[in-house]
């Protein structure tokens, strides 16, 4: 499996960023996906994740009412909407997926995602 990570950039503070993130040599075809980030001299946080039937979708506090998850099963592709972003969210940005048979499962917990791609920087500027 590999997840390649696309969309970062420089912004500045208030603007909009659409990452996308595309699956390939996918085993199985039912997979949560998720979307975390890394800060200079911070851990790899939560951001978002979205089941693999898109009707669960969970956030992290800090991008609630900005940011919004997304997929496309046709394309084995996840994407981040990403507004109103604030220099705080200057990070970078990481790609993740474990397979389910569950339609509605969706993890908050990085250790459950099994894959994960190389990561996009997202710089916001203020």
């Known amino acids: 499996v590999q997840l390649q990570a696309s969309g970062g950039g420089l912004v500045q503070a208030g603007g909009s960023l659409r990452l996308s993130c595309a699956a390939s040599?996918?085993?199985?075809?039912?997979?949560?996906m998720g979307w975390f980030r890394q800060a200079p001299g911070n851990e790899r946080e939560f951001v978002a994740t979205?089941?693999?039937?898109?009707?669960?979708?969970y956030y992290a506090d800090s991008v609630k009412g900005r940011f919004t998850i997304s997929r496309d099963n046709a394309k084995n592709t996840v994407y981040l909407q990403m507004n109103s972003l604030k220099s705080e969210d200057t990070a970078v940005y990481y790609c993740?997926?474990?397979?389910?048979?569950?339609?509605?499962?969706?993890?908050?917990?990085?250790?459950?995602?099994?894959?994960w791609g190389q990561g996009t920087l997202v710089t916001v500027s203020s």
């Open positions: 979205i089941s693999w039937g898109g009707g669960v979708k």
């Open positions: 040599g996918l085993t199985f075809s039912n997979y949560v």
């Open positions: 993740a997926l474990y397979f389910t048979r569950t339609g509605t499962a969706a993890s908050t917990d990085r250790s459950s995602y099994h894959y």
